[in-house]
């Protein structure tokens, strides 16, 4: 464990520098246009290569796991796949922005750096093999976010919504760094496979395992698991649509990605795992509050964005299970990350249409805003409808097939078995409100003047467009995707 | 096996795409360029279907042919197409890929020729038609999910192509629902939709469970796989005590009920004459030439798993030769010329499935095909004629055509004289070759020995109807006067050629067709069995291999081999058949030739003359009023009920409201929560690592009393706060057994005076979870126990009741009675139990104290 590092290092950093160095090329490139049209697909375009770098790092990938710059970061086909799906979040997010802000009109040339910037936060936590990198790449992608969220400054709501997130935000990183100094405390080092191979000797050490739900709490916090979710319905219905996309799908997916490394690392081990102290009951009892929770407040909203945001929730409460299932049944976190993926490619998507239905000074997040809209704008409602679709889980679309893979993996304990029934009930009352959007496009009759009278935006409808596409392509022949989530193995 | 690559997939995808064009934009193009799209890609499917055929397929054909010799089993010929692996997770794998061989060719140029002939029909005949697009569209769906279903490797592919064909029929049975603007016409036709549809999915289910008992034998779909593992489905076994059967005879009739359904056979027929409501070139492209074959494909592609079962084949081969009179036999008395045609389509099926069932696949394939181009062509013809009189279906209301119809009336004279089987149309050929090869077979089945001599004379009875009812049609249309009325006649729509030259193409097939498939009697080659003997000869190879019939004491369904090749023999039955052909003919000039008012009078006396047949005959055997009364009555009831219990009770009063309920405590309690207010966020969140960390510091403390239920006194028991083996925390524990707030194990010692001793001094307590006491007293103990964690500094106390009882109490009291009646046998064990219990609470007590 020497602490020099090799030239060679920043070679295998390079999807990572290479987003960070696109995000000064965003930045430089506003500073000298005037009219910031151009920042959206340029942003877009950036993280197209970076996709073709981390797809090309995956392939190219020979060892099961790479320590970099002395063990700070880590390279895995794991944290390479889930460089793509935030970098596929971002290619969406700045595309549905592009249209969204252009017709509202309120973002500062910096937005598009900003999604950029925290993205290459969420990328670090991916790869994060120490902890200092796991609140560096935490606190870049949080910063990055609170500033997005309340970027749209003549809007009170959002700026309250960012205010809100951010004083939470620093809550749960507070509960993170003492975390992490408690375990730091109890092993003397913050490495997570070090932490990992000393942590025989503190099973039964309240000062470690407070540690790690401290940690826990935080990761909680970001993927918004119940009793850590207050932030979420505000903060999703306060940001700019395109931001609550962003938030849902990516942010969602670093603490998830976060979350299954801690699980395979700081908290591996059946000592930890079971047991009065282990985090599988505190972990089951989340998930479970956090599915039922979600699913059943998410019942009576009438805003589509308040409702979406208790969905995710929901699905933050689903994903958890994975998580569960991972050390309990000894599985690769396959379908997590197909989960993931398709998770964030639907919510983007959804948000997307979200966006696009509202014009300047009308949002039209309201759901009797949108009767009618199939008969009128049919292409739209279609996208629409296969999102909602895959978010209640129907086939033939993504949503299906990733939670089939993910509760039939889970399934094969039988303490996992209760939660998966629990999930599957509430998939069934999720698909009430998943219905509403659909009833309210093709059953409502807008009569007389329409209601919603969405905008007119290329990069938007390609967003959506490419969206439906994947999930359902993802829904029908997932076979590809499914084999390289299985190749996506954490590195030892 | 002569296996090798082609781009298969461009065959249904070329249709497939038409289809979404023509239904996705098809309102914003003009009607040349739909029908454009609709008939180009069908004609491209087409020649790339030739091109693969006769270009690829036929040279892999003539290696294998070559290669065979005598007495070896020819390999089958076959192109292959891997599509892609659509589910490829550790053990579970579906792959799809797309399989030409000489069963399926025969398919694809059928469907997608005549398929081509009827759309460009359609141009014709629904030129006026609003929707223009999306009939192309349907149309073209339809040909893709068709060919889908043939081309497809595995059982899972064919499924899918047909539920796709299903979708279509019932889109386009109930295409004009909004007819003339009247609701109840357009009720009427998508109805007949509905009906389609759901008498299909009946069928289907009975498909889907054959699947089901397949790959849970073999493993897989895939029909190759199938073929190589049959002896999985060897196993037989007897449910209910009946039997036995094999699995393989389970699945081939499970598989067949699905095709009943699909290919309209008893009893599953009711929804084809309703078809009928669509437009025409529908008929004769789905109904008829097609889609309603695709029964007889599945069980020639699966002949395999049919020769396993003779007495399933024996049991196909009693309900295709009872559909084809039966059907026949209703179509005598119709005078709705679709319903005629619709009731010969489903009696031309039955001789399809009596092939089947006499193990003769390829002359069941072979009536496929030639039934494909006379069918069409009358159904074509039909329409025309229906067309040029504005929509009249009625015989009755037609005759005299013959003049005003040129084309027409030739070209169905040419179809009308091949389903009549009238020697050297392609009928002729075909019926005669199914009705030979019953007459010869031998079902051995145990008890079965029977079939082929009765099927043969339903078939040969049926032949007499078809030659009759198919020359009344004839006659009532084309001969005579002209029965339409005057105004009709004066706006008299003559076809166009895109009408008159799919009918001559298709009646030129109708005619020559026949010469492809010559009876060995007549001719040295029968290019059309040779051409399909790899893939029906190999059925009864691999159904001998895997040892089932012999295991069943069966044998096979196979030719009589003296039989077979007595030449005089079949140029006897060949007669009998041709002069029952005549007959029918013969009958129906006779009375229908000069179909007038008088004749019409003459006739009804003659039918009253056969009493209830005709009335039966008529009223289609009143099938559709006793399924309505049996099926959809009793569905009504039971519906009813659910309404009552499940609907009104379960769902509205405790789902709905119950939910709607919960929903608003649960969303007052969230607002309550969710109040906006910041502050209240953190202190949820603290609260919740808080209780997190209270949880997870918090001792362990579940409580196991062993033995259960009431104690005796004396009576050891155990309390074991054991926890399994991830429990690594090590613990602390004292007891109260009397919960008198002294703590009574480990014994306790008072604190030193000293004040430094008494900082340092502990109370004691144990490390063992496990405590072993003996209560003394018949009372409910309390037993406290305390838990610490000494490194967590946390403490807990739980508390368990014990039920102590004195056993002699009850015994006591019984013994007091019964002391009053016999006072000699009980005091000796009346004064035992007591002593025992002070023996044993004496040293207990002092134990603990």
């Known amino acids: 464990m020497s602490s020099a590092f090799k030239m060679a290092d920043f070679s295998f950093a390079a999807p990572i520098i290479f987003v960070a160095l696109w995000a000064c090329v965003v930045l430089l490139a506003s500073a000298f246009s005037t009219k910031s049209s151009k920042l959206g697909p340029l942003t877009a375009f950036g993280f197209v290569i970076g996709l073709v770098i981390t797809g090309y790092f995956w392939t190219a990938l020979e060892q099961p796991r790479m320590s970099v710059f002395s063990g700070m970061l880590v390279l895995d086909r794991f944290s390479l796949f889930l460089d793509m799906i935030f970098l596929l979040a971002g290619l969406l997010t700045s595309l549905v922005a592009h249209g969204y802000v252009e017709e509202h009109g309120f973002a500062e040339s910096e937005f598009y750096a900003v999604i950029a910037l925290s993205v290459v936060g969420m990328m670090l936590m991916g790869h994060a093999g120490d902890f200092i990198i796991v609140v560096i790449g935490l606190e870049t992608m949080s910063l990055g976010v609170y500033s997005l969220v309340a970027s749209w400054t003549d809007k009170r709501k959002s700026t309250e919504a960012g205010l809100k997130y951010f004083v939470m935000g620093a809550v749960a990183s507070g509960f993170l760094v003492y975390g992490i100094a408690l375990l730091y405390g109890a092993t003397g080092s913050t490495r997570l496979l070090v932490i990992t191979s000393r942590a025989a000797a503190h099973i039964g050490d309240p000062l470690y395992i407070i540690g790690l739900f401290m940690v826990f709490g935080a990761l909680a916090f970001k993927v918004a698991l119940v009793p850590f979710h207050m932030w979420t319905p505000d903060a999703y219905e306060g940001a700019p649509t395109p931001i609550t996309g962003f938030m849902a799908a990516a942010v969602k997916t670093a603490g998830f990605g976060l979350l299954v490394r801690a699980v395979s690392t700081i908290f591996s081990g059946e000592s930890f795992a079971y047991g009065s102290t282990g985090w599988i009951n505190i972990a089951w009892m989340l998930s479970m509050l956090t599915m039922t929770v979600g699913n059943v407040l998410a019942l009576r909203q009438t805003n589509i964005k308040r409702m979406l945001a208790y969905s995710s929730i929901a699905h933050a409460g689903y994903i958890m299970l994975g998580v569960i299932a991972i050390p309990v049944l000894g599985l690769d976190p396959s379908a997590v990350l197909l989960y993931l993926l398709q998770y964030a490619v639907t919510t983007i998507g959804a948000f997307g249409v979200v966006a696009w239905v509202g014009r300047r000074d009308a949002e039209n997040t309201g759901l009797e805003q949108w009767a009618g809209l199939g008969a009128r704008k049919p292409a739209a409602a279609l996208a629409m409808t296969i999102f909602m679709l895959s978010l209640g889980g129907i086939p033939p679309t993504a949503g299906f097939f990733a939670k089939l893979y993910l509760f039939k993996s889970a399934m094969g304990h039988p303490s996992l078995l209760i939660l998966v029934v629990i999930a599957a009930i509430n998939s069934v009352i999720s698909i009430f409100y998943y219905l509403k959007p659909i009833v309210a496009m093709y059953f409502r009759d807008a009569g007389g003047e329409p209601i919603a009278e969405p905008m007119r935006s290329s990069s938007l409808s390609v967003a959506i467009t490419l969206a439906a596409i994947i999930v359902f392509l993802l829904g029908m022949v997932p076979g590809s995707a499914l084999e390289m989530a299985i190749k996506s193995t954490i590195g030892g | ?849």
């Open chain 2, 1 to 849: 096996m002569g296996r090798s690559t082609f781009p298969l997939y461009w065959i249904p995808l070329l249709p497939l795409l038409g289809a979404a064009l023509n239904l996705l934009i098809g309102r914003k193009l003009p009607r040349r360029l739909s029908h454009a799209i609709g008939c180009g890609s069908v004609l491209g499917a087409l020649v790339v279907a030739m091109v693969a055929v006769f270009y690829h397929l036929y040279p892999a054909w003539q290696a294998a042919h070559a290669s065979v010799s005598h007495g070896s089993l020819p390999p089958v010929p076959q192109i292959v197409n891997p599509l892609f692996d659509w589910i490829v997770a550790g053990s579970v794998s579906i792959k799809l890929s797309l399989l030409l061989d000489p069963l399926s060719a025969v398919m694809i140029l059928v469907i997608t020729f005549v398929g081509f002939l009827i759309h460009v029909y359609s141009t014709g005949y629904m030129s006026k038609d609003p929707s223009y697009a999306r009939y192309f569209g349907y149309l073209n769906l339809f040909t893709g999910a068709m060919l889908i279903l043939v081309l497809g490797d595995n059982l899972v592919s064919l499924f899918v192509g047909w539920e796709g064909v299903g979708l279509c029929s019932y889109l386009l049975i109930g295409f004009w629902f909004d007819k003339n603007g009247t609701r109840v016409f357009g009720d009427e036709n998508a109805s007949a939709g509905k009906k389609a549809f759901i008498v299909n999915r009946i069928g289907d289910l009975a498909f889907i469970i054959g699947m089901f008992v397949i790959f849970a034998a073999v493993g897989s779909l895939n029909i190759e796989d199938i073929a190589s593992n049959a002896g999985k489905l060897a196993a037989g076994y007897k449910p209910f005590g009946f039997g036995p059967y094999s699995l393989a005879g389970i699945a081939a009739l499970l598989l067949f009920i699905g095709a009943t359904g699909k290919s309209a056979q008893i009893p599953l027929f009711v929804w084809l004459p309703d078809a009928m409501a669509g437009p025409t070139p529908v008929s004769a492209l789905i109904h008829a030439a097609t889609m309603v074959t695709a029964g007889v494909y599945m069980c020639i592609r699966l002949n395999f798993l049919y020769m396993m079962s003779p007495a399933v084949m024996g049991f196909i081969a009693i309900i295709g030769g009872l559909t084809a009179l039966f059907a026949a036999t209703i179509g005598i008395t119709q005078n709705d010329i679709k319903k005629v045609l619709a009731y010969s389509t489903v009696s031309q099926l039955g001789y399809m499935f009596l092939a089947v069932g006499v193990g003769a696949f390829s002359a069941a394939l072979f009536h496929v095909f030639t039934h494909a181009f006379f069918k069409a062509c009358l159904f074509l013809g039909a329409g025309a004629v229906i067309h040029a009189l504005h929509d009249e279906q009625d015989m009755r209301a037609m005759g005299g055509l013959r003049k005003r119809l040129p084309i027409t009336h030739l070209t169905m004279l040419a179809s009308t004289l091949a389903i009549a089987g009238v020697p050297f149309f392609s009928g002729f050929f075909s019926k005669d070759e199914i009705l030979w090869k019953t007459f010869i077979s031998v079902n051995g089945a145990p008890g079965w020995s029977w079939i082929p001599s009765v099927t043969y004379f339903l078939g040969l009875a049926a032949a007499l109807c078809t030659a009759f009812y198919m020359f009344r049609l004839y006659y009532m249309t084309f001969s005579g006067r002209i029965r339409a009325p005057e105004s009709t006649m004066k706006h008299f729509h003559p076809p166009g050629p895109a009408m008159t030259v799919p009918l001559i193409v298709l009646a030129t097939g109708a005619v020559l067709l026949g010469f492809m498939g010559m009876p060995s009697v007549l001719s040295s080659t029968n290019a059309f069995h040779e051409w399909l003997a790899p893939v029906t000869e190999r059925g009864l190879h691999i159904a001998m291999g895997t040892g089932l019939l012999a295991k069943m004491g069966a044998k096979p369904v196979v030719a009589d081999a003296t039989k077979a090749h007595n030449h005089g023999l079949e140029l006897g039955l060949m007669a009998v058949s041709v002069l029952i052909a005549l007959a029918g003919i013969f009958l129906a000039r006779r009375y229908y030739n000069k179909y007038t008012d008088d004749q019409r009078e003459k006739l009804e006396d003659l039918a009253n003359s056969f009493g209830p047949l005709t009335t039966l005959s008529q009223h289609k055997y009143y099938v559709d009023e006793i399924y309505n009364f049996i099926f959809v009555g009793g569905f009504k009831l039971l519906a009813g009920f659910c309404y009552r219990a499940a609907d009104r009770l379960v769902i509205d009063i405790i789902g709905v409201n119950g939910t709607a309920a919960v929903v608003d405590v649960v969303g007052k309690l969230g607002r309550f929560f969710q109040n906006g207010n910041l502050q209240h966020y953190v202190a949820v969140m603290l609260i919740g690592v808080g209780g997190i960390v209270w949880l997870v510091g918090r001792p362990p403390a579940h409580m196991k009393v062993t033995p259960k239920g009431p104690i005796v006194i004396g009576q050891k028991v155990t309390i074991d706060l054991t926890r399994d083996n991830y429990e690594k925390r090590t613990l602390q524990y004292r007891w109260d057994f009397e919960d008198d707030g002294k703590w009574d194990f480990p014994k306790q010692t008072l604190p030193p005076k000293d004040p430094k001793a008494r900082k340092r001094w502990r109370p004691a307590r144990t490390s063992s979870p496990v405590v072993t006491h003996v209560f003394t007293k018949a009372k409910k103990y309390s037993v406290k126990v305390e838990v610490r964690d000494p490194r967590w500094h946390t403490t807990r106390y739980e508390k368990v009741t014990i039920n102590v009882i004195d056993p002699n109490a009850k015994k006591k009291q019984d013994a007091d009675k019964k002391k009053k009646t016999k006072k000699s046998a009980l005091p000796a064990k009346a004064g035992g139990a007591p002593h025992a219990s002070l023996q044993t609470g004496g040293p207990n007590r002092g134990e603990v104290r």
